[in-house]
């Protein structure tokens, strides 16, 4: 069995699965639970000034399902913690105590003042947590306060605050960063322009996940009026995977310690963060929709393909698939591949053929010799995958690389060298071509 | 077979009337609105769809399922209706096992079809449950066309055209209408008066009257209807039973199956019925089935189909021969009847021969005999064509002879349904030759054609 013991910023915990800061962590009585059932640590839900916010009454979250509800994301407007700062902090206090082997790390939000800043890290230093995390995430409600997202989409507010906290605090300092911005290696910079140990991201995406066509309102719907909420769950991870890699890949922030959030269900998408650069993952949608026992098949999952990798502990995979992220003109156009149908598989639902054939490059058949069959037109097919994305069968379309002959599209010999946009003669820019 | 007893073991009330109606009630219920979407999920959309394809009526099976997926209800019901319009009645006794379901590409991957039947069932009892009407009559045309027969393919060929605009009088031997539908499928596939409600349903259009107790060759005929009508439309079904012609045939307790299902389908109490202790089926397709299990629902004790060839020859599907055994029901291959033995002029046991098909197909009996004891036989054995009123056409095999068009001998006649020859004794197929037929007379009554 592979060593799943991860060790973040100096915090241990016994595995790299912590529950995100969100309802599932918002008081003991969770975070108790969530630890008997394994979870390697929690960021506990932020915590604000008193007097506490309160949460709208009417339904807090919209959810998105395929046809039989599998649940594919959902958005929140709830706020931060509703309760008093001390009920927080005296439970933050006991949880630590009862769990010293798990890391209890403590989200926080207040106005941009350095005082409340100061004041609230030494109120949870006194709980004996293991950091913080700073909020400059929530798109909603908190942001139209200043606060929240408001922060994370300016980086020099983000390298101020960060900047606070480290110089009031001896705690590690995490930043989470909100996905609402159009570049994330900016807000990412400036964490770690001001001294942050680490960024965590993504937090939720502005949504809205459906309108009420009858009341013509948005979902959730209060009192005939709604308002945008962040959206999580499995539709954002790719969102999520690409801003982390961003950030493991920029010149400026590479291999600084990132922990990855964002739509994490299973294993293998836990195992994608941290192979892009996320030294740990953190969980909030998949327990909020499955209940906390899902760390067992997390933890499971995890250890049993370590082991048939040959891993031996988490950080001989961290960031291992992040020097494989290339820009798109570093890509080999030279490496040609074309789609091939395994018959034995085949079905016959004719989805990649009409795909092709509608919008692509028409190169599957759907009939050969008056009988229905689908097969690649190699002389058509540009490999583009469409065919293999629309295929209701796994492994049944494969991508398969010409090492040799004529490609029969464009009548060119397969050339074996490596070849780029940047020097390929159609580019005005091209360089290193006579 | 048993220890002998009293021949003649017939009587009413082997079950009580809410047993029977429990035991009559129906076999699939209607899915739920998350059942039929969890199912409708399951189709992949399919391109030139296989199932479409294999459905005689060719309704477009993929999109009325991603209107189901989509709570789109009422736009996969006119899907469906569109191409047939007994869509309702189809999904409840279509073979879908050896139609759209069999090539289902669900099959190939999971070996399970969506449930395609129960989807259109879904989608065409919400219609119908909404009050809502779907087709509307266009200008009328001044023609008036007579349907003979009021079953599945006359009230198909009848809704096509009063669509179009032409009047179409239906006349019906029976009662009320809906031929089979109402009076020749097992109650359990078709409960709470659905084949009435169909009905009403396709007269809902306008343009169509039917008229019941015309009965062709009594108090109309054919001379009169193209006398009085643009065109006519021979729907007649089959009236006549086949015998076995068996001394002894006339005994007590020998009865024809189809006389008794249409007695069960209009029993208000289906417990009072007479039911056998000891029952016998002759046959090997579907009224067979019906009949079998019904008399096993109603509290027979003993059911037997005895069929003169293998499994493979029999029309009823595997699926419904597995209903029937599930039902308790024996299914007896290679027994071909021979003789009848009554006792008191009451039928007391069947004879079968053990038979066999020969190196050329042929059906050969051997000496072999056996017998089964049996209070009430059941005749399954096929239909006929009552064709004394239609002597006029031309018959092939001792059915109305037409052409693709469903066109008969006479130029202003044409002719659908298990009447004619090549009939497949399909509700789904009488729906697509009334379709056919309609075609083929609007045409011929608007072009001249």
């Known amino acids: 069995m592979a060593d799943l013991r991860a060790e973040f910023l100096g915090i241990r915990s016994p595995n790299p699965f912590w529950l995100a800061s969100a309802p599932p962590t918002d008081r003991e009585v969770n975070v108790t639970r969530a630890f008997k059932a394994g979870w390697g640590g929690v960021v506990w839900k932020t915590l604000g000034l008193d007097p506490h916010v309160v949460n709208i009454n009417g339904p807090r979250y919209g959810g998105i399902h395929s046809k039989d509800r599998t649940v594919a994301g959902f958005n929140n407007i709830e706020l931060i913690s509703d309760r008093p700062l001390q009920t927080n902090l005296d439970e933050i206090k006991a949880v630590k105590q009862a769990w010293p082997d798990r890391a209890v790390v403590v989200s926080l939000m207040v106005p941009c003042d350095e005082a409340s800043w100061k004041g609230i890290l030494a109120q949870v230093e006194a709980t004996g947590a293991d950091g913080v995390e700073l909020n400059f995430g929530c798109p ?28 009031h605090t001896r705690m590690p300092v995490i930043v989470k960063l909100t996905p609402n911005i159009t570049d994330i290696r900016l807000p990412a910079r400036a964490a770690y322009a001001g001294g942050a140990d680490a960024v965590s991201l993504i937090n939720t995406l502005n949504s809205i996940t459906s309108v009420d066509l009858d009341a013509m309102a ?32 920029d010149a400026e922030t590479r291999g600084r310690p990132i922990s990855g959030i964002g739509g994490i269900t299973e294993w293998k998408d836990a195992a994608e963060f941290m192979a892009l650069g996320a030294a740990n993952v953190q969980v909030c949608t998949a327990a909020m929709i499955y209940g906390f026992r899902i760390v067992e098949e997390l933890i499971d999952g995890l250890n049993n393909w370590m082991d048939s990798k040959g891993y031996e502990r988490i950080d001989q995979f961290v960031g291992a698939a992040v020097p494989n992220i290339s820009e798109w003109q570093h890509l080999n156009l030279n490496y040609v591949v074309k789609a091939h149908i395994d018959q034995e598989l085949c079905i016959s639902c004719g989805r990649c053929h009409i795909a092709c054939e509608d919008t692509s490059h028409q190169a599957i058949t759907q009939t050969v010799n008056g009988v229905r069959r689908f097969q690649v037109k190699d002389e058509d097919c540009v490999g583009c995958n469409l065919c293999a994305v629309t295929c209701p069968v796994e492994n049944c379309i494969t991508m398969v690389q010409m090492t040799e002959g004529v490609d029969p599209r464009s009548g060119q010999p397969i050339n074996p060298d490596y070849g780029n946009w940047t020097t390929h003669p159609n580019n005005p820019q091209a360089t290193g071509v006579g | 077979m048993g220890t002998t007893s009293a021949v ?4 009413s009330g082997r079950v009580t009337p809410e047993q029977a109606a429990e035991n009559l009630g129906d076999l699939h219920p209607l899915y739920t609105e998350h059942q039929a979407r969890a199912e409708a999920d399951r189709c992949l959309y399919c391109y030139d769809a296989p199932c479409m394809d294999a459905c005689p009526t060719s309704i477009d099976v993929p999109l009325f399922i991603r209107q189901i997926a989509t709570q789109n209800t009422k736009g996969a019901a006119t899907t469906i209706l569109e191409q047939n319009i007994m869509g309702g009645m189809c999904a409840r006794v279509c073979p879908t096992e050896t139609l759209c379901e069999q090539v289902c590409v669900r099959n190939t991957s999971e070996g399970q079809p969506v449930k395609i039947g129960r989807l259109q069932r879904f989608a065409t009892d919400h219609l119908f449950a909404s009050g809502e009407t779907v087709f509307a009559r266009a200008e009328e045309t001044g023609k008036s066309i007579a349907v003979v027969g009021g079953g599945p393919a006359g009230l198909s060929c009848a809704h096509s055209l009063a669509r179009q605009g032409h009047q179409v009088t239906v006349y019906e031997a029976r009662p009320k209408p809906g031929g089979l539908n109402e009076f020749g499928i097992a109650a359990y596939k078709t409960v709470d008066d659905f084949a009435q409600r169909e009905v009403d349903f396709i007269v ?8 019941c107790e015309q009965r062709l060759g009594e108090n109309i005929s054919l001379d009169d209807l193209r006398q009085a009508h643009d065109a006519v439309f021979l729907a007649i079904g089959m009236g006549g039973v086949n015998a076995l012609g068996m001394a002894a045939e006339d005994s007590a307790g020998v009865l024809d199956a189809v006389a008794y299902i249409a007695q069960l389908r209009q029993a208000k109490d289906p417990s009072r019925l007479p039911v056998g202790r000891r029952v016998v089926v002759i046959g090997g397709g579907m009224t067979a089935v019906d009949i079998a299990v019904q008399s096993k629902l109603l509290g027979a004790d003993d059911v037997t189909i005895a069929y003169r060839r293998g499994q493979e020859q029999m029309n009823a599907s595997g699926y419904e021969q597995e209903l029937a055994q599930t039902h308790g029901v024996k299914i007896k291959l290679w027994a071909a009847p021979v003789t009848i033995h009554s ?59 037409v052409d693709a068009r469903r066109q008969t001998s006479l130029a202003d006649v044409w002719a659908g349904g298990d009447c004619i020859a090549g009939g497949e004794d399909l509700t789904v197929a009488a729906v697509e030759d009334g379709k056919i037929a309609a075609r083929a007379i609007h045409a011929y009554l608007t072009e001249g054609a």
Not at chain 1, 141 to 146: A, D, I, L, P
Not at chain 1, 221 to 243: E, F, Q, R, W
Not at chain 2, 8 to 11: E, F, L, R, T, V
């Open chain 2, 8 to 11: 003649g073991d017939i009587a």
């Open chain 1, 140 to 167: 909603h409600g908190m942001s139209e306060r200043g606060m929240g997202s408001a922060v994370g989409q300016v980086p020099e507010y983000i390298e101020m605050v960060t900047k606070w906290c480290k110089k």
């Open chain 2, 343 to 401: 006792e008191g002029g009451k039928v007391a046991s069947v004879e079968f021969a053990r038979s066999h098909l020969d190196k050329t197909g042929k059906l050969v009996l051997s000496d072999d005999h056996f017998q089964i004891e049996a209070d009430v036989v059941f005749k399954a054995i096929g239909q006929t064509v009552e064709t004394a009123a239609v002597s006029e056409l031309k018959l092939q095999g001792g059915r109305i002879s």
């Open chain 1, 218 to 249: 948005p979902e959730p719907t209060t009192d005939g009026k709604g308002s945008h909420g962040g959206y999580c769950g499995p539709a954002v991870k790719p969102i999520a995977l690409n801003m982390v890699a961003e950030i493991a890949r």
């Open chain 2, 204 to 211: 809902g259009l306008g343009g169509i009257e039917i008229k």
